[in-house]
């Protein structure tokens, strides 16, 4: 019998080296299916990409701010006042639009079994760059 299918939300985490340009590198991936009790996010940032936009970018800075993200959806006290909201208010202060160097994309919402293998499939989609293409033999 096939695994039930939940429902679940997801927002890209977005850095935003000069929100004036409105330019950005897909640092991240948020994913909340509360009937799982499942809200994890994994940052892939990558720097390289981050710097051509903008060389004087405090990289420092970008990370700590990252760092904090996967933290608030694993919740309790080391993550802050919004560490002990329940998982679905983590979840909607973590998508909140901003207009900060760190955003996350609109939340879009699907169905699917596995949660963890939905966060690497959009890892793999949305923020890795492209493998390029083969070349014909």
């Not at 981050?50 to 060389?55: E, I, K, N, S, T």
């Not at 006042?81 to 996350?104: C, D, H, N, Y």
Request: charged content about 25%.
């Amino acid at each position: 019998m096939p695994a039930a299918r939940c429902t679940y939300d997801y927002a890209v985490i977005r850095v935003v080296p000069r929100v004036e340009r409105e330019e950005f590198v897909n640092a991240g991936v948020i994913v909340s299916c509360p009937e799982m009790r499942f809200l994890e996010a994994r940052i892939e940032l990558d720097e390289a990409r981050l710097v051509a936009l903008d060389p004087a970018i405090d990289l420092d800075a970008v990370r700590a701010h990252l760092a904090a993200i996967p933290a608030i959806c694993a919740g309790g006290a080391d993550a802050g006042a919004i560490g002990l909201m329940p998982q679905k208010e983590r979840f909607r202060w973590l998508v909140a639009p901003r207009s900060t160097v760190v955003q996350t994309s609109p939340a879009h919402a699907g169905r699917c079994e596995n949660p963890g293998a939905l966060l690497e499939h959009l890892l793999a989609t949305m923020v890795r760059p492209p493998k390029p293409a083969r070349e014909p033999a």
